[in-house]
């Protein structure tokens, strides 16, 4: 057990591993707003809006072609010290194979509606994949350089250079290229940590198994995350699309910063789960929480001052928006402070409870976009978003109270707001 500790490295605690996180996604949230800053000033908004379905069409295949494979190989690794660590580059290839079938399926059945950058969608699977399993080794680090800073760098340099030229048939193409050399280097750094080794009896059956609800509730989650852009293009056009975009960029704050913290903490929950640990689970979870809505709820509130404002920056057609942005806020509040209570569900083996609940949230997602979208357009669609990402949220918190106290709020809070309780923890 040590001789494996010392291969895979120091691992990170999780205060320095989230404080690491957050900082990538700012990064990456700025990066993103930027680059549909640039979008949206070089190109007219019905470019601007096809350009941003297509890139929702992508990312929906390539999440659902994922099959959450990169969660259960962090369930997986993380829970090695309980199965023993011989053959965890056998779980690594029983994840990658099926998504790499899957992906090329859907590069497949995508192309007539995108384009040339359908060939990328392997790639994005194959990076997401190989990036959550050194998650599962307990190291923040190449997820925080390749997916928080050098993909959303690469994404806004070749995008502005698209914009520079003028051509708007190449924006899914410079988005989608710099997939590639992140694919590449999250293999190179996957090398050291999982040595090949036997490929045990059961792997395969053991791992998809514990993962095949999940497969289902991360193509829902992929879905529930981009679906509302492709149907404004749909029912209000691709002009509504870009407004309606630019308008809830900034729901990526709460995502990216959920998703650095989650990260940070996941395999941890997981093990303190798996051990029965539950006051150590209701510490990570409620830690975890207060720094969400600390480092969140300010950029709410303050995006939801100055939205009309803030949304000039994308050009005169989009100030109009304001009532949107102030939807996003609201909700992004009330989610926030719920904390990462699908990441707890899942932690704890709820799968089959946390696939329902996101079927119901989409469910209610297009229930909403459907009715209200082709009268009220961009604010039928954030409606609609609304009213799904509190079902996602409310459900689970309530599932989670009821089947183990669990708040996320509580007497570890305060203590959490001292640095570094939280950073030695």
């Given at each position: 057990m040590a001789e494996l500790t010392r291969r895979r490295g120091a691992v990170e605690g999780p205060g320095r591993a989230g404080a690491a996180g957050v900082a990538a996604a700012a990064f990456?949230?700025?990066?993103?707003?930027?680059?549909?800053?640039?979008?949206?000033?070089?190109?007219?908004?019905?470019?601007?809006?096809g350009f941003f379905a297509v890139t929702a069409v992508v990312l929906m295949a390539a999440g659902i072609a994922k099959l959450d494979a990169g969660n259960g190989l962090v369930y997986f690794i993380a829970r090695a010290e309980t199965y023993g660590y011989?053959?965890?580059?056998?779980?690594?290839?029983?994840?990658?194979?099926?998504?790499?079938v899957v992906a090329?399926?859907?590069?497949?059945?995508?192309?007539?509606?995108?384009?040339?950058?359908?060939?990328?969608?392997?790639?994005?699977?194959?990076?997401?994949?190989?990036?959550a399993a050194t998650r599962g080794f307990g190291?923040?680090?190449?997820?925080?350089?390749?997916?928080?800073?050098?993909?959303?760098?690469?994404?806004?340099?070749?995008?502005?250079?698209?914009?520079?030229?003028?051509?708007?048939?190449?924006?899914?193409?410079?988005?989608?290229?710099?997939?590639?050399?992140?694919?590449?280097?999250?293999?190179?750094?996957?090398?050291?940590?999982?040595?090949?080794?036997?490929?045990?009896?059961?792997?395969?059956r053991d791992l998809w198994r514990h993962t095949a609800p999940r497969s289902v509730a991360g193509g829902v989650q992929a879905v529930f995350q981009r679906v509302d852009v492709v149907v404004v293009a749909l029912l209000a056009g691709p002009a509504q699309a870009a407004v309606y975009t630019a308008a809830t960029r900034f729901?990526?704050?709460?995502?990216?910063?959920?998703q650095g913290l989650a990260q940070a903490v996941q395999a941890r929950l997981v093990g303190a789960l798996a051990r029965g640990e539950l006051a150590r689970a209701r510490e990570l979870y409620?830690?975890?929480?207060?720094?969400?809505?600390?480092?969140?709820?300010?950029?709410?509130?303050?995006?939801?001052?100055?939205?009309?404002?803030l949304l000039g920056v994308f050009g005169p057609a989009y100030g109009s928006a304001a009532p949107v942005a102030l939807i996003?806020?609201?909700?992004?509040?009330?989610?926030?402070?719920?904390?990462?209570?699908?990441?707890?569900?899942?932690?704890?083996?709820?799968?089959?409870?946390?696939?329902?609940?996101?079927?119901?949230?989409?469910?209610?997602?297009?229930?909403?976009?459907?009715?209200?979208?082709?009268?009220?357009?961009?604010?039928?669609?954030?409606?609609?978003?609304?009213?799904?990402?509190?079902?996602?949220?409310?459900?689970?918190?309530?599932?989670?109270?009821?089947?183990?106290?669990?708040?996320?709020f509580g007497r570890h809070t305060l203590a959490a707001l001292r640095w570094r309780a939280w950073a030695a923890a």
């Open positions: 990456s949230t700025l990066a993103q707003f930027v680059l549909v800053v640039v979008v949206t000033r070089a190109f007219t908004a019905e470019e601007a809006g011989l053959g965890i580059s056998g779980y690594i290839r029983a994840a990658l194979m099926p998504c790499v090329c399926g859907a590069a497949v059945v995508v192309y007539p509606h995108v384009g040339m950058v359908a060939a990328v969608l392997p790639v994005i699977v194959l990076g997401d994949v190989l990036l190291t923040m680090r190449p997820t925080v350089l390749l997916d928080g800073m050098v993909l959303p760098a690469a994404q806004l340099v070749l995008v502005a250079g698209v914009a520079v030229a003028g051509v708007a048939e190449w924006l899914p193409v410079a988005w989608g290229l710099p997939y590639v050399p992140v694919l590449a280097l999250a293999a190179a750094g996957m090398r050291g940590r999982a040595p090949r080794g036997p490929y045990l009896p059961g792997t395969g729901k990526v704050v709460g995502q990216l910063a959920n409620q830690a975890a929480t207060v720094w969400l809505v600390l480092l969140t709820w300010p950029v709410w509130l303050a995006y939801g001052a100055l939205a009309p404002w996003l806020a609201g909700t992004m509040m009330v989610a926030t402070a719920c904390g990462m209570v699908d990441v707890v569900l899942t932690a704890a083996g709820h799968t089959g409870a946390s696939l329902r609940n996101l079927v119901a949230a989409v469910v209610c997602t297009l229930t909403l976009d459907v009715a209200l979208i082709p009268a009220h357009g961009a604010l039928g669609a954030v409606a609609g978003w609304s009213g799904g990402v509190l079902v996602k949220n409310l459900l689970p918190l309530w599932q989670l109270h009821r089947r183990y106290g669990l708040h996320p």
